[in-house]
C-alpha cells in the first residue's frame, strides 16, 4: 500500500511524502488424523495440511510448534505422538498447531484427541471359604462397576483343574453352590467394552472347609460297676 502525506503551510507551500505498507497474508494452520479416538496407548499421526497464503510459498516455508496437551511438543512438520489412559474415565488431549510463516505471521488451530479406558477386572468380594453347602452368590462375590470403561461382565467357573463348569453373566450374575465339603472351585471374571480396548480378568479360588469327623474309643469298653473308662 501506498500512503501519501500532503501538508500546506499558510504561505501556499507544499510538501508531499509517500511511505510504503506492505501487509503480509495470515496463514492458514490445519492438520488432520485418521482417527480421533481410540483404546491406548494411542499412536496418532498428524497430516500438517497448514498453507502460507502467500504465492510462491508452500508448506515447506512454514515453521511450526505443536503442543499435545500430553506434555509433549514438536517442532516437526509432520509428527506422531502418543496418547494413554491409566484411569476408568475418557481421557482427551487438546492439541494446538501454531503455523509460522516466513514473515513472522501466524494462525492457531486447537483440536482433541480422545483416548477409551481399557476395561478393568475388580471383585468386591466378601470371603472365599465356607462349610458346605456354600452359596456362591452376588453376596459372596460381584464386579466393581466402571461404567465409561467396562460394558460386558462375564464370569466363568472352573473345577479345580480348570475346566469350565459354567458361565454368568453381568455384573452381579454369579450363583453357584459347592455341595460337599472339601471342594474348590475358581471362578474368573472377564471384562470387555464397546471399543475393543484390551480384555480384562480376574481369578478367585473359592472352596468349603472339610467337615469334622466326630470319633472316639472307649477303653475299656466292659467291665463290672463301678467301671471306669478313659
Not at 504465492?55 to 510448534?65: R, V
Not at 511438543?73 to 492439541?95: E, I, K, L, R
Not at 465409561?148 to 453373566?169: E, P, Q
Request: charge should be negative; proline fraction near 6%.
Amino acid at each position: 500500500y501506498d500512503i501519501f502525506l500532503t501538508i500546506t503551510d499558510d504561505n501556499g507551500c507544499i510538501d508531499t511524502l509517500r511511505q510504503n505498507y506492505t501487509v503480509y497474508p495470515k496463514p492458514t494452520a490445519a492438520f488432520n488424523v485418521a482417527l480421533r479416538d481410540s483404546c491406548g496407548p494411542f499412536n496418532v499421526q498428524f497430516a500438517n495440511t497448514s498453507v502460507p497464503n502467500q504465492q510462491g510459498e508452500d508448506i515447506d516455508d512454514m515453521t511450526f510448534f505443536w503442543d499435545f496437551g500430553n506434555g509433549q511438543t514438536s517442532t516437526a512438520q509432520q509428527p506422531s505422538a502418543v496418547f494413554t489412559n491409566t484411569g476408568v474415565h475418557d481421557s482427551t488431549y487438546n492439541v494446538t498447531l501454531i503455523a509460522t510463516n516466513v514473515y513472522g505471521c501466524s494462525d492457531t488451530i486447537v483440536d482433541s484427541i480422545t483416548v477409551y479406558p481399557n476395561p478393568w477386572a475388580q471383585l468386591n468380594l466378601n470371603g472365599s471359604v465356607e462349610c458346605a453347602p456354600y452359596l456362591i452368590d452376588s453376596n459372596v462375590v460381584s464386579a466393581v462397576q466402571y461404567p465409561f470403561a467396562n460394558d460386558t461382565y462375564t464370569w466363568t467357573v472352573y473345577d479345580a483343574s480348570l475346566t469350565t463348569i459354567t458361565t454368568f453373566n453381568g455384573p452381579a450374575g454369579v450363583n453357584y453352590t459347592l455341595p460337599t465339603d472339601g471342594d474348590t472351585v475358581f471362578i474368573g471374571l472377564s471384562v470387555t467394552n464397546v471399543h475393543g480396548c484390551q480384555e480384562d480378568t480376574v481369578l478367585q479360588r473359592f472352596y468349603t472347609i472339610e467337615d469334622p469327623v466326630a470319633a472316639f474309643v472307649a477303653v475299656p469298653d466292659t467291665g463290672c460297676s463301678p467301671l471306669t473308662v478313659q
